[in-house]
């Protein structure tokens, strides 16, 4: 009797011990799988919330594209196809750039004189274009490369050569008033 239940709990051990690698496995599984399904959800949470991701009906908007010919690179300020006319070189992002755009506009509405551009110096595109300190300049450059200017500028140009040049906030403050007269 003594054996038969040693073997008994021998069998029962061996039954156990195929249980239990075949529990640890499907263990390992559902945690996997329970790992992917939470990188899922929050995947997917994120889209949505991010808005890549959208229910329901799409709305078209339609926006009537509108073309700006005023805002130029600074690489482009000696080949406009006008015969003559001004640059406005300054940082958008100044405070007291409102004021600029505000004399500006004025100046281009009531359509007084030549065309003026303007060239945001804070793009990346036109920072070679600003004078930095201990760099030389020349006054009245006649080839782009030539080209350095401070925080603010205004150029008039004609026959795609610079012929005035005026810098400094109260300067081009008071020649822009003066071109609105």
């Known amino acids: ?9 021998q069998k029962l051990n061996y039954s156990n011990k195929i249980y239990d690698h075949n529990t640890e496995a499907w263990r390992i599984i559902k945690i996997l799988l329970g790992i992917i399904l939470f990188l899922v959800f929050f995947y997917l949470l994120a889209m949505i919330m991010t808005g890549e991701i959208k229910f329901g009906k799409k709305e078209k908007i339609e926006e009537e594209t509108v ?13 406009r196809m006008d015969e003559e006319y001004y640059v406005l070189y300054y940082d958008f992002s100044e405070k007291i750039a409102s004021t600029y755009v505000t004399y500006r506009d004025a100046y281009t ?9 303007m060239v945001d110096l804070e793009n990346g ?4 274009y600003v004078l930095k300190e201990g760099e030389e300049r020349v006054e009245l450059p006649e080839e782009i490369n030539q080209l350095k200017v401070l925080n603010p500028t205004i150029l008039k ?8 040049r005026t810098e400094g906030k109260e300067a081009v403050k008071n020649l822009l008033k003066e071109l609105n007269k």
């Open 1 to 9: 009797m003594q054996k038969n239940k040693k073997t008994k709990k």
């Open 67 to 79: 073309i700006q010919y005023d805002e130029i690179l600074a690489g482009q300020s000696l080949n």
């Open 109 to 117: 509405q009531a359509l007084k004189g030549i065309p003026m551009y």
């Open 125 to 128: 595109f036109n920072t070679g």
């Open 157 to 164: 140009i004609k026959d795609h050569k610079v012929i005035e």
